[in-house]
């Protein structure tokens, strides 16, 4: 670019000089006004772990209460933001008598299960070509007493029946902020009913998969109605 005379010149240069200190040293986002961005936005845009810990300024920013939040027995980067950047997140909750969670997968996270409390079995269906010594998909079942503790490989589908009448207490680390949650059959039955039929060798078709998509629960939790009867709990007080 030609600049036509001098007076536009120094104008410029008066410009870029005064832009200068913005670029030169940029405002640390703890100081910014950002009241749009979420404090896990904050934390992950900090320059550095001693901003971070600018973002954190009380004791109690360290502290998820689990026993305050019933209905959100996860401890991740949205509900505990102290976490946002170290790839953790926690739960701590119980399994109600006679349930099963839906067969499901994290997509971002290794599961570690542990049981404080009563029994639970679990079920794990490793990916593909890990085979049995019958050369058959692998399926890793286990039954933990408290103190005992399994591993849900990330993308992993699995299972845990508590098929007892106590609920049973349990801890879970997963190796992500974010770890996310897929359940098997309401996904899998979310494609077109072609995909579908083919998918099951067309064994199913037309109003049978619609016949099982409405009997899919859809929900992260079942249950388990011999162990209902068995226990003499009505389905409505679990
Ligand atoms: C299970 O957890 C609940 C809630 O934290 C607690 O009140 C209860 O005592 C625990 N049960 C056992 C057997 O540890």
């Given at each position: 670019m030609i600049l036509p005379n001098f007076a536009l010149r120094s104008a410029l240069v008066v410009a870029l000089v005064t832009a200068l200190p913005a670029n030169a040293a940029p405002t640390l986002v703890s100081q910014r006004s950002t009241p749009e961005?979420?404090?896990?936005?904050?934390?992950?845009?900090?320059?550095?772990?001693?901003?971070?810990?600018?973002?954190?300024?009380?004791?109690?920013?360290f502290v998820y209460d689990f026993s305050k939040n019933p209905d959100l027995p996860f401890a991740n980067r949205k509900s505990f933001p102290a976490l946002t950047g170290y790839g953790t997140s926690f739960s701590l909750s119980a399994l109600p008598a006679c349930s099963m969670s839906f067969v499901h997968l994290h997509p971002r996270a290794t599961e570690l299960f542990a049981l404080t409390s009563g029994r639970v079995l679990t079920e794990m269906v490793p990916e593909g070509n890990i085979l049995d010594s019958d050369k058959k998909q692998r399926v890793i079942r286990t039954e933990l007493h408290p103190g005992m503790m399994t591993i849900f490989p990330a993308g992993s589908f699995h299972t845990q029946v508590n098929p007892d009448c106590e609920p049973a207490n349990f801890t879970a680390a997963l190796t992500a902020e974010d770890f996310?949650?897929?359940?098997?059959?309401?996904?899998?039955?979310?494609?077109?009913?072609?995909?579908?039929?083919?998918?099951?060798?067309?064994?199913?078709?037309?109003?049978?998969?619609?016949?099982?998509?409405?009997?899919?629960?859809?929900?992260?939790?079942?249950?388990?109605?011999?162990?209902?009867?068995?226990?003499?709990?009505?389905?409505?007080?679990?």
């Open positions: 961005l979420s404090l896990p936005a904050q934390l992950q845009l900090a320059d550095t772990t001693v901003e971070r810990y600018q973002l954190l300024p009380k004791d109690e920013d996310g949650i897929s359940l098997v059959a309401d996904q899998t039955f979310s494609f077109t009913d072609d995909v579908i039929a083919r998918t099951f060798g067309q064994s199913i078709s037309g109003k049978d998969i619609d016949r099982v998509k409405d009997a899919i629960p859809g929900a992260t939790l079942i249950r388990v109605e011999e162990c209902l009867s068995k226990c003499g709990i009505q389905k409505r007080q679990v």
